[in-house]
């Protein structure tokens, strides 16, 4: 842990929303690790963890890994060195239960949440962008097959590695995501809201739009960060 201000910034929006691609924008921004709990977790599964392995059941349903399991990984990689002046969180916390969690340990630490970076987009299109969602099994990079000339033999154009449809983004487990978001996630949202820490920014336009307002935000927010 590094001495000082130690803030994190957070990504917050449901299942589909765009975390991932507008979070591998802003990390380039504020040069401070991108952690997605999603990938950590599914990173635990191709290593056959004891972590990975009781997720596994949870994730394929669209149901939340228990706060205990998931809190603990994220403060595992919060102690990490290149996490020393902070990290950009993303896809946690989920639950109230994780936001308390996540408030006591930055405390400790003399440090807080700088910004919630809020994505929002209507469920409706949600469910569309999810269906048609691949990931690459190797760089986890997402495409959508109605966006994106993608491949005949089905290979990521970024690395080669395949591209699959992850399990939760089928239709049923894409339903029960969202319900889950709706229900568990919106009061994370409300509990930095009333600490006036949320941005939310219209996550339904173009990428390239929704960079340049994430960006706007992380300069009036997180100055000491961003570069330029
Ligand atoms: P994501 O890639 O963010 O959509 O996450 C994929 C799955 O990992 C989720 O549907 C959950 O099963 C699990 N997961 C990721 N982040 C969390 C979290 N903060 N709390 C509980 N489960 C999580």
Redesign the pocket.
Known sequence: MGSGKFSVTLMIGA?GAG??TQARYVRETLGIPHV????L?REHRRRGTVLGRT?RA??DR????P?DL?VKMVIDRLEQPDAANGVLL??????LT?AQALDVELSARGGGVAAALFLDVPPGVLVRRLSGRRMCDGCQSTYHVDLHDLPADGTCPECGEHLVQRR?DQRSAVAR?IAIYLDQTTPVLDHYRSRGLVHRVDGNRPVEQIRSDLLCVLRRRVPALVAS
């Open positions: 299942p975390k991932g997605a709990t999603g990938d977790l997720a949870y994730m669209g149901d939340l890994v706060d998931v993303d896809g946690f916390p989920r639950t994780q939760d995501r």
